[in-house]
Nanobody, 121 residues
Framework: VQLVESGGGLVQPGGSLRLSCAVS??????????IQWSRQAPGKGRETVAA????????NYADSVKGRCTISTDTVKNVVYLEMNPLMPEDTAVYYC?????????????WGQGTQVTVSS
């Protein structure tokens, strides 16, 4: 399983961004999974900001991004998106895409390398 994030960059406060996570090694329409976007700001611990489950497509969001953030999947392209609007300086962090994939009695956890998001004027 591989996860590759993209879409980070420098954004002004109040702007928007869509992060992408290209997934290979499992498929959204046939495997059991939880996919999450987490972030880590300088000097802080990792925070899970959004997650989506294969069980009914349920989503969860951290209070810090609720109402500003949407996680979604494209089952054709096998990509997970995280859309954020409006962005605030405190959203500055490295954003990571992670997945827990369950196959039979085994579960594996996988992470991408991360993409930097900087919110600054």
């Amino acid at each position: 399983v591989q996860l590759v994030e993209s879409g980070g960059g420098l954004v002004q406060p109040g702007g928007s961004l869509r992060l992408s996570c290209a997934v290979s090694g499992f498929t959204f329409d046939s495997d059991t999974y939880i996919i999450q976007w987490s972030r880590q700001a300088p000097g802080k611990g990792r925070e899970t900001v959004a997650a989506i489950s294969s069980e009914g497509g349920r989503t969860n969001y951290a209070d810090s991004v609720k109402g500003r953030c949407t996680i979604s999947t494209d089952t054709v392209k096998n990509v997970v998106y995280l859309e954020m609007n409006p962005l605030m300086p405190e959203d500055t962090a490295v954003y990571y895409c992670g997945a827990i994939v369950v196959r039979g009695s085994k579960a594996g956890e996988y992470w991408g390398q991360g993409t930097q998001v900087t919110v600054s004027s």
